[in-house]
């Protein structure tokens, strides 16, 4: 068990419809990141967040937006969801902005019909 | 062109064999090298972490960079069927947040 928790496990929509991710850090971690993983494009970085602050971006869509609250956990929130949006969606943390070792969580898995 | 290139297998190995697992990258910027397992369904575990070239021993695992050629290794002994696993292998640039770019993984299937 990393100590990173991501809910829903699982999560099952329809095109066009919203949904929010949760993530709660590791106890002490101030960084926050979002990957997404599919089976054609792997593992990809989406969007780090420190101590509230969006960090980095990566490959992340103008539908798919990120926030770092004070407590530390993220929401991950998708919007107008495409078929393709379907996949893994991991949350990282890790103690700083540099720290090398990011622990993942169990991830949810997003399946849009 | 992926900036970070894997086999995507599967590596089907005996049991008490060596598993051979490689990476190709194409950004010379790349200094830290990470070597993640993920089991099925589950979040990418942290195994091996190198910062630039040379090599890294942990257990059963050895970690080898080559950056003159650009080719990340992991090697693991003595291998069991619990070390079943996809494998991936991560790098990141200094600075930059903490970004980590991923190879595709290697899916590794050991046989009692």
């Known amino acids: 068990d990393s100590g990173v928790t991501q809910t829903p496990k699982h999560l099952i929509t329809a095109t066009g419809q919203r949904v929010t991710l949760r993530c709660s850090p590791r106890s002490g971690d101030l960084s926050v990141y979002w990957y997404q993983q599919s089976l054609d494009q792997g593992l990809q970085f989406l969007i780090q967040?420190?101590?509230?602050?969006?960090?980095a971006k990566g490959n992340i869509l103008e539908r798919f937006s990120a926030q770092q609250f004070p407590d530390l956990h993220s929401e991950l929130n998708l919007s107008s969801l495409e078929l393709g949006d379907s996949a893994l969606y991991f949350c990282?943390?890790?103690?700083?902005?540099?720290?090398?070792?990011?622990?993942f969580g169990p991830g949810t898995r997003l399946l849009v019909l | 062109q992926k900036e970070v290139e894997q086999d995507p297998g599967p590596l089907s190995v005996p049991e008490g064999a060596i598993v051979s697992l490689n990476c190709t990258y194409s950004?010379?910027?790349?200094?830290?090298f990470m070597w993640y397992r993920q089991y099925s369904r589950k979040g990418p575990e942290l195994l091996m972490y190198t910062y630039s070239s040379g090599n890294k021993e942990d257990g059963r695992f050895t970690a080898q960079v080559d950056k003159s050629s650009k080719y990340i290794s992991l090697f693991i002994r003595d291998s069991q069927p619990s070390d079943s696993a996809t494998y991936l292998c991560a790098t990141r640039v200094e600075g930059a947040g903490n970004k980590l770019t991923f190879g595709g993984g290697t899916r590794v299937l050991v046989k009692p």
């Open positions: 950004n010379s910027a790349f200094q830290y």
């Open positions: 990282a943390s890790s103690a700083g902005t540099s720290a090398e070792t990011q622990y």
């Open positions: 967040y420190y101590n509230g602050e969006e960090r």
